[in-house]
């Protein structure tokens, strides 16, 4: 069955990077992730889970403003899986990252699945 399996997380100091990765497999309708939009959400603690940066089918990014910049994401369609690249990290960047596989070509709004989530904190 479907799964989204986040690694890389942990503790850095502010102004370090932080290499985020999620793993997708199995197939909804008989698509694999190869064919669905990527992407990663984030909540810190006491706040609603917010967007982070998405990555389509046909490898368009998108970012949240705070993302923009300092991020990078990407993905490996051999391996099946979506990066995120977190350099020059704040404080106000920890949080819970999640990664999203949505059942849509090029919308991460697109209905789909959510991985477990990994934490990640930055200290000063």
């Known amino acids: 069955q479907v799964q989204l399996v986040e690694s890389g997380g942990g503790s850095v100091r502010a102004g370090g990077s932080l290499t985020l990765s999620c793993a997708a497999s199995?197939?909804?309708?008989?698509?694999?992730?190869?064919?669905?939009?990527l992407g990663w959400y984030r909540q810190a603690p006491g706040k609603q889970r917010e967007f982070v940066a998405s990555i389509s089918k046909g490898f368009r990014p998108i970012y949240a403003d705070f993302a923009r910049g300092r991020f990078l994401i990407s993905r490996d369609n051999a391996r099946v899986t979506v990066d995120l690249e977190m350099n020059r990290l704040k404080p106000e960047d920890t949080g819970v990252y999640y990664c999203?596989?949505?059942?849509?070509?090029?919308?991460?709004?697109?209905?789909?699945?959510w991985g477990q989530g990994i934490q990640v904190t930055v200290f000063s």
């Open positions: 999203k596989r949505a059942y849509d070509e090029d919308d991460i709004c697109a209905f789909g699945d």
């Open positions: 199995g197939k909804i309708d008989g698509i694999s992730a190869r064919s669905h939009t």
